[in-house]
């Protein structure tokens, strides 16, 4: 079974956590993102770009009512030099990772995980401590596909959720969030784990998910449990104007 390429993870998540609205201004795509976000906020090139071309997709973002942010992806290395020389901070540099599904790899988990759509009022609420606030359930809202929220713990207090969207035979998953008195007990490997199994029945054939590299835990979590590192991207964003 041949391994999603870069450019099928990348259409994924478009897929799976889409923004409010694409607009494509050639060479660029732009995203309207309505608060959901830098993954649905950013322009990312469509096709081979020039340095010129970047005051139009910066006008652009503007004309949306957004900072200039550019998604930064394997190949975009004269975009890289071009925003580096405009003095681009670089942001957030992101891990995406990837694991096959098996009946050995989808195992069942120990505890009870319970499956919802749309996500109750409990698991938002537990959302929004983590900062996954009602502009971030508008993206979910937003997918056209298969879709789902899986959570631990009780219908009223949940110890554990995240988000679950396929694309394809692609199931990605987002916005994972653990309790603070929870964290380390396993829940986060017991999700995945739900996750994958519920997948499956679902006729996915790869489960993958991006996670920013300076979330350690997280990390070392999905290494843990065989995932392996196929890619990444990160952001660049304009320099603030002081006052």
């Keep these: 079974m ?22 494509r201004q050639k060479p660029w795509v732009l995203r309207k993102g309505s608060g959901g976000g830098q993954r649905v906020s950013s322009a990312t090139a469509a096709e081979t770009v020039t ?3 970047i005051v139009k997709a910066e006008a652009g973002m503007r004309d949306l009512g957004q900072h200039p942010l550019f998604m930064l992806r394997p190949g975009d290395d004269a975009l890289e030099n071009w925003l580096a ?32 759509w749309p996500p109750s009022d409990a698991a ?22 298969a879709k789902i929220a899986l959570h631990t713990g009780t219908p009223t207090e949940p110890t554990g959720v995240t988000f679950v969207a396929l694309h394809q035979n692609i199931a990605m998953l987002h916005a994972l969030e653990v309790s603070p008195p929870h964290r380390r007990n396993g829940i986060g490997r017991e ?9 499956r029945t679902q006729a996915a054939d790869w489960q993958s998910l991006m ?3 300076a979330n350690a835990p997280a ?14 991207y990160h952001y660049r964003r304009a320099p603030m104007v002081k006052p």
């Design 2 to 23: 041949k391994p999603p390429g870069q450019a099928d993870l990348f259409q994924t998540l478009d897929a799976t956590w889409p923004a409010a609205r694409f607009i």
């Design 219 to 232: 990390n070392a979590l999905y290494r843990a449990l065989g995932m392996s590192e196929v890619g990444g």
């Design 85 to 116: 020389a405009r003095n681009y901070d670089v942001v957030d540099p992101v891990a995406i990772y990837l694991s096959p599904l098996t009946s050995s790899t989808a195992l069942q988990p120990s505890r009870s995980v319970m499956p919802a």
């Design 211 to 213: 996670v920013t590299r």
């Design 124 to 145: 938002r609420v537990l959302w929004a401590k983590g900062g996954i606030g009602p502009d971030r359930i508008a993206v979910m809202e937003r997918v056209q596909g």
């Design 191 to 199: 999700l995945m784990s739900a996750a994958a199994t519920r997948s």
């Design 51 to 53: 340095d010129a071309d």
